[in-house]
């Protein structure tokens, strides 16, 4: 099993707040990932590290931000939440030359009403 | 057009029935594939790579044609438990997944 861990697992917050979801591994993965994926739909990746102090953004236009301050750590934050980010968020980790296999976390389900 | 494409489904088959999903990828310069299965509500974990000569494991075998830049993958003897979303995904050579909508199955009894 993965030890890759998001919370909160639900959260429904009113628009206009601003929300932290969290991520962590303690595999000591170089790579992380967060994906938005609604419903019967395929992931998008909306931002990626490869390390600390690196981050990039996705294919999937965001208005998110992330950090990466430690290695186990990847926080994606939402200045201002939106009706329209409302949304499964997973995060993933992956060992560099590791053959490519990410591993994902449980995932946060967002409303913002 | 998608850089990954998948037949959405629904299959429905009934339990030992042998069922095979299609996938096609549109970068030519893509260097490695796999499918991942994702259950209802849960996050995706990795069925299986897809290597160039296939490759089988257990009731489950891959299969990749770089010439049509397509993936398949087989499924012998569908239990119950088969029933969720199969995602096709392509590395496309920018160190980035890119994930199909997936093929949903539903075995039934």
């Known amino acids: 099993e993965a030890d890759i861990y998001q919370t909160p697992r639900y959260l429904v917050i009113g628009t206009g707040k601003k929300i932290t979801l969290e991520c962590s591994q303690t595999m000591g993965h170089d790579k992380m990932y967060w994906y938005q994926q609604d419903p019967g739909m395929e992931l998008h990746l909306i931002h990626y590290s490869y390390g600390v102090n690196s981050t990039e953004k996705g294919d999937l236009s965001s208005e998110s931000t992330v950090s990466r301050i430690r290695t186990e750590h990847f926080p994606l934050t939402l200045e201002s939440a939106r009706p329209s980010h409302t949304s499964q968020y997973l995060c993933?980790?992956?060992?560099?030359?590791?053959?490519?296999?990410?591993?994902f976390g449980p995932g946060t389900r967002l409303t913002v009403l | 057009r998608k850089e990954v494409e998948q037949d959405p489904g629904p299959f429905n088959v009934p339990e030992g029935a042998t069922v095979a999903f299609n996938c096609t990828y549109s970068?030519?310069?893509?260097?490695?594939f796999f499918w991942y299965r994702q259950d209802c509500r849960k996050e995706p974990k990795l069925l299986m790579s897809v290597y160039s000569s296939g490759n089988e494991d257990g009731r489950f075998t891959a299969q990749l044609n770089r010439a049509s830049q397509y993936i398949s993958l087989l499924i012998r003897d569908s239990k119950l438990s088969d029933s969720a979303t199969y995602l096709c995904v392509v590395n496309t050579g920018f160190q980035k997944l890119v994930f199909g909508t997936g093929t949903r199955l539903l075995v039934s009894p």
């Open positions: 970068n030519s310069a893509s260097q490695s």
């Open positions: 993933a980790s992956e060992h560099r030359g590791g053959g490519d296999e990410q591993f």
